[in-house]
């Protein structure tokens, strides 16, 4: 709820509602054009894939295994580090 209050606030409420409006349609497609994996890493992979290829974001995927995935999204970790800047002490 925090991050969908600060997309709001910093983009507007359309930008916050479209970012987590991939869903379900999002979850067939990673299971379509990953199949050969667990659903759940078909969707981290087809994630990265998307992001990057698709719409040109700087990510990448740092560890995948069964119970936990890493990856690492510029975009979204300078978000994050403008929203706690003013929490941080120098």
Not at 2 to 31: I, Q, S, T
Not at 68 to 84: G, R, T
Request: charged share 20%.
């Amino acid at each position: 709820m925090r991050l969908f209050n600060y997309l709001v606030d910093k983009e507007g409420k359309e930008f916050a509602l479209n970012w987590f409006c991939d869903g379900d349609g999002f979850a067939l497609a990673a299971k379509v054009w990953v199949p050969f994996v667990p659903a759940e890493q078909a969707f981290i992979l087809y994630l990265c894939w998307d992001l990057s290829n698709l719409r040109g974001e700087d990510i990448t995927l740092v560890k995948l295994e069964d119970t936990e995935a890493v990856v690492h999204w510029n975009k979204i970790c300078s978000m994050i580090l403008q929203f706690f800047r003013p929490l941080i002490i120098i």
